[in-house]
């Protein structure tokens, strides 16, 4: 079954009008070859694409809008170490996986910072990023990852921040303290996506857009089929998210699409810059449903959160978002408004990635649960060591097992909607 999203050029966000490169690939055509056909145009597909290419393999990528169309180009823009579900999976494995899990949580971090430089990738990437607290509970976990990274003699610049520091830098009263690291950053996503694309290009990947895949025919040589043509590989990887619908029988349920949302300011004045965030650092705060911010190249506050999991649109996402922008920055109260946009993010109930295989040689990884900048690009050579035939950390997520929610789709959003508002309550408390 196709996804219903087809032939769709990019929302209108801040990132697709300040895109580096507007991509114009192929449609698919007629009957192709590959050793590997990637569905799938975002991060995890073009990292897999990528991984696979500069192994020497021969590779298609397939995507049904343009790269980058899904939340891989419209995200926060934040570069984040950690996996969501880690501790689930160390919990199952017992303590002597912890430091493959450790090197996994910054694996992604490594690979988009060697990219940028290797493929002279511009997509105004900065490092420096802060979580902050709210409130004294929040100050806990600060004092916990602090802790964690003395005991792995980290080996990039971190601090923790009092409130009087975190307001000196910050210009806020909101937050009562915070945690910066100079490993994680931020960057334009689109860019990056499109970046990642252009190099797979580069090093041979057959690339091909407005092509929504329509089956998957499955075989000792999976044919992968669209409106127009078909690729006939030796592996499949399924790297869709929250907007596709293919293999229903074995993927159907799994996640959720919730909706995350963001607006841009006009740029803002030096004045303004230096009393809100003078370091230039992406922040995030500690409570389960969040908000998050930071400044674009061209010095736009670049504010999000609220995710939605019950499926429904805002019907103004400025309305929903700037008012909790403003109780953050009151000082913004006069900024204007030049963008508003969101997309969907794939929710899985347990929060692990679902990573696996059906028979044998269609791979899937999806499921990163607003994680997905660091995530996406560790689970691309994830899947390019397990076709390679390297398993160990691939199965350590593919033998985590997933609970289906019953009935349709809106249904499970509902069922997620209501759980979050256990997390919502707790966040106000």
Known sequence: MATQYQHQEHTHSYYAATVNEKTDYPVLQGAKSADV????????????????????????????????????????????????????????????????????????????????????????????????????????????YAAEMDAHNF??????????????????????????????????????????????????VQIFEQSPVTKIEHGDKPKVHTAGGH???ESVVLAGNAYHHLEPKHLSNLIFPAGSYIIATEPLSDEMVNEINPLDLAVTDLNEVVDYHRLSADKRMLYGGRCNYSGREPASIEASILPRMLKTYPQLKNV????????????????????????????????????????????GELVADAIAGTMEKFDLFANMKHFRIPGSQWMGNQIIALGMLYYRMRDLL
């Open 37 to 144: 056909c990637v569905i799938g145009g975002g991060f995890t597909g073009v990292a897999t694409a990528l991984t696979l290419a500069e192994r020497g393999y021969c590779v298609a990528l397939i995507e049904a809008n343009r790269i980058g169309w899904g939340a891989s180009g419209r995200n926060g823009g934040q570069l984040i170490n950690g996996i969501s579900g880690l501790s689930k999976i160390r919990k199952k494995h017992g303590e002597g996986i912890a430091d493959m899990l450790w090197d996994l949580r910054w694996r992604g971090n490594d690979i988009v910072h060697d990219r940028v430089a290797r493929y002279a990738i511009d997509c105004d990437f900065k490092t420096g990023f802060v979580e902050v607290a709210l409130k004294p509970r929040h100050l806990d976990e600060l004092e916990e």
């Open 155 to 204: 080996a990039h610049e971190y601090a923790l921040w009092d409130r009087a520091k975190t307001r000196e830098i910050l210009g806020t009263d909101a937050y009562i303290g915070g945690f910066v690291n100079y490993r994680d950053g931020h960057l334009h996503p689109l860019n990056l996506c499109i970046g990642e694309a252009r190099a797979a290009y580069e090093l041979g």
């Open 231 to 233: 690729v006939v590989a």
């Open 336 to 379: 204007k408004i030049e963008y508003e946009w969101g997309g969907m993010i794939g929710i899985v109930l347990n929060r692990i990635p679902t990573l696996g295989r059906i028979n044998k040689n269609v791979y899937y990884c999806q499921g990163y649960s607003g994680h997905g900048v660091n995530a996406t690009h560790v689970m």
